[in-house]
């Protein structure tokens, strides 16, 4: 038995969505009582920190209907059935910023929100970027626009709160530890 396990004796799925799946677990308590637990179910994701051959970061702006505002962000995206991550940091640094590469070094993986959620996001960095001729199609439903920032501009808005999120805040951190 695990540390603190909780065993599933119920599962009822309440949506399955494009991005997420969401169900409410009963689980049995390590100390015997029960509880329920609201899951959500995710394929997991992808992100990229893009440096450019002038040392600068590409960063995405896009609008997080949840927050009700626009973030700044590196480019992210899911995990599609049976994709490797690799292929998605690729697919999605094209489709968001324009730019490919052939060389993409994984840093870390992490969980986001492990409370509720399984999503797993694996980061991945390159400073080997190609501006593309004809970049593809971004999705039909995502509205972008590409900002290159030195680390210390990115800094700054971190301060102001304009990048907000983990992943982000993460690639600022990491880059400024390898002195960047």
Known sequence: MKKFEEKTINTTSIYEG????LRVDEVSLPNGRTAKRELIKH??????????KDN???LVEQFRKPLEKSLVEIPAGKVEIGEAPEVTA????EEETGYT????????????????????????ITDELEKMDT??????????????????????LVEQERIHDAKTNYAILYLHALGR
């Open 101 to 124: 590469t052939n060389e993409l070094s994984f840093v870390t993986s992490f969980y986001t929100s492990p409370g509720f959620a399984d999503e797993l996001m694996h980061i991945y």
């Open 135 to 156: 970049p593809p199609a971004s999705d039909e439903d995502e509205f972008v626009e590409v900002l290159e920032l030195t680390l210390d501009e990115a800094k700054e």
């Open 43 to 52: 394929p997991g994701a992808v992100a990229v920190i893009p440096i450019t």
């Open 18 to 21: 494009k991005v997420v799946d």
């Open 56 to 58: 600068k970061i590409v």
């Open 90 to 93: 690729r697919r999605e640094l």
